[in-house]
């Protein structure tokens, strides 16, 4: 049976529809039927980008291509200038983008990897990593392992899908919704005052986001007079979660649960469980997922997890456990806690500190949006702290007085070296460059 089959029989009988994509409001039966780009030079086993939205047309594209056993590649507009990288990396025989196709290597590209799902006839799946260490890697999925996990039945709530096409986090609520005949909603922008309206407008109950954007959300004010009526989850992901912003948010929004999520491209979304709505302690685990803490460093062992990267060498060990390089703390043998990553800690004269450390110290500053610390190389003394502060609307930062609440609650060889008042990039993801 092949998905689109599947999915069909789900749904068949779903009164309600399925998606809410602007103006349009549409069941299951109406994406299956949605008219597509003409596939019949496509073949199975090639590589295919899909550049696209979770719009109705993309939609139903990805899954007659999962159909025809091709290896899918989903990308978005937002990341054109890097389109050319992405394209060799994951060896693309063909493009499409809304009606237009194009053959950009007839041959299929020879790869261990790609030619093990080509021999299995399955069709397959290439997400990128976000590429802060480094050149992304192109992470294969075998798309028929992929799917396992979604077809347990689980509750659905209606559900904004705030994250994007190329991310895990956006695929997993697109087929999370799909096999659980739940409603999704595709926010026509990702701005705050967008967002709220969407939230109200379509009656959200679960809103899967950033941290990055809550605290955007936060500091636009509106949640202050407009919060939203039918929401009941927030899910936050994709990066640490600092406690000031997590507490402001329970107090203004007491009837929401907050619940932090953890996955990677590499794993999938793993399964958690937050101690209460206002802590960043959590537990993971799920069927199939065991995790471990090895020198302070946190390693999953994960059974539906990726085959391996096309562009850079397998990074599981021999008895196939993953080193997250994500430092954690643990108690109680249950809940752990990210406190950075390893490629992160800057090391000023021998001690060591993680630029979240710095982060969280600045956002309690009055009229400071985002903060971004980073370790500058230094010749004496190894490395230097330089932060970057981002003001709310309408604030006016000093640098002095920043310096001093720095001083009051930091050890002096922490202070940053140099502080600058400007705005922070944030990638098209919704985390900060």
């Known amino acids: 049976m092949t998905i689109l089959e599947e999915l069909k029989e789900l749904h068949y009988d779903n009164p309600q529809p399925f998606m809410i994509h602007g103006p349009r409001v549409l069941t299951f039966d109406q994406i299956r039927k949605e008219t597509t780009v003409d596939l019949h030079s496509v073949c199975p086993g090639d590589v295919v980008a899909l550049i696209g939205d979770f719009d109705p047309k993309s939609i139903h594209t990805m899954l007659k291509l999962v159909d025809h056993k091709c290896i899918l590649v989903p990308l978005t507009a937002d990341t054109r200038p890097s389109h050319s990288y992405f394209f060799a990396a994951a060896r693309v ?5 809304g009606d237009r196709k194009e053959i950009v290597a007839p041959a299929k590209q020879q790869h261990p990897l790609l030619d093990k799902l080509r021999e299995q006839g399955h069709s397959g799946l290439v997400l990128f990593s976000s590429g802060t260490t480094g050149q992304p890697k192109a992470i294969l999925h075998d798309f028929e392992s992929f799917l396992i996990r979604y077809r347990t039945p689980r509750p659905a709530l209606r559900t904004l899908n705030f994250l994007l096409f190329d991310h895990i986090g956006g695929i997993n609520t697109l087929l999370h919704t799909l ?3 739940g409603v999704v909603v595709i926010p026509t922008e990702r701005t705050p005052e967008a967002v709220l309206k969407e939230l109200d407008q379509h009656e959200v109950e679960l809103l ?9 959300l936060l500091m636009s004010g509106l949640l202050t007079y407009q919060p939203p009526r039918t929401l009941r989850t927030i899910t936050y992901g994709t990066e640490r979660m ?5 507490d402001q948010l329970c107090m203004l929004l007491p009837d929401v649960d907050f619940r932090q999520t ?8 793993l399964r958690t469980k937050s101690e209460a709505r206002e802590s960043l302690w959590m537990e993971i685990g799920g069927e199939g997922v065991s995790i471990r803490v090895k020198d302070g460093l946190l390693h999953i062992h994960a059974q539906h997890r990726m085959l391996g990267y096309l562009n850079a060498p397998s990074p599981f060990d021999e008895e196939g456990w993953y080193n997250t390089k994500d430092l954690v703390e643990a108690k109680a043998d249950r809940w752990i806690r990210i406190v950075g990553r390893t490629s992160d800690v800057i090391s000023v004269g021998g001690l060591k500190v993680l630029p979240q450390e710095i982060e969280r110290i600045a956002l309690l500053y009055p009229g400071v949006m985002h903060a971004k610390a980073e370790g500058i190389d230094n010749p004496i003394t ?3 702290i330089e932060l970057t502060c981002e003001p709310t609307k309408g604030a006016q930062l000093d640098r002095k007085a920043i310096r001093n609440h720095m001083l009051a609650s930091i050890a002096r060889a922490f202070v940053p070296h140099r502080i600058k008042i400007g705005k922070i990039q944030v990638g098209h993801r919704f985390k900060k460059m």
Request: aromatic content about 10%.
């Open 179 to 181: 096999y659980n005949r």
């Open 93 to 97: 025989n063909a493009v499409i983008e």
């Open 262 to 269: 953890y996955g990677m491209s590499e794993l999938g979304i």
């Open 242 to 246: 600092d406690q000031p912003t997590l």
């Open 208 to 216: 899967p986001t950033t941290p990055t954007f809550l605290r955007m």
């Open 382 to 384: 190894g490395q230097h």
